[in-house]
């Protein structure tokens, strides 16, 4: 079992930028694919980036493209999404999620099984 805890949210203006960070804790060497993921109020959520432990690989999703960065963060427990030009509709709740998974499927967002807290990330015009 994976713990994990974000922290780093906040609110700014459009066109600002914020970094959100997740810590893991627990059973951390049995995990490989590390996501953010997000949920607006009244819609689904959705997955924002996804890091490959393994070899570092990243994907995000369409919308956060050239604006959002998945890393490592100081730690190899850790990590970070660093949020640039960030847009009214950014706001949401971001939530940590880890899993362990075959190479090349850190991607699919669908069977995440670790969650954080989540971390509010609000965006005003």
């Known amino acids: 079992q994976v713990q994990l805890v974000e922290s780093g949210g906040g609110s700014v203006q459009t066109g600002e930028s914020l970094r959100v960070s997740c810590v893991a804790s627990?059973?951390?060497?049995?995990?490989?694919?590390m996501g953010w993921f997000r949920q607006a109020p009244g819609k689904s959520r959705e997955g924002v980036a996804t890091r490959d432990r393994r070899v570092g690989s990243t994907r995000y999703h369409n919308s956060v493209k050239g604006r959002f960065t998945i890393s490592q963060g100081s730690l190899d427990n850790t990590v970070d999404l660093q949020m640039n030009s960030l847009k009214p509709e950014d706001t949401a709740m971001y939530y940590c999620a880890a899993k362990s998974a075959r190479p090349g499927t850190c991607h699919v967002w669908s069977d995440y099984d670790s969650w954080g807290q989540g971390t509010q990330v609000a965006v005003s015009s």
């Open positions: 627990g059973d951390t060497f049995n995990y490989d694919c």
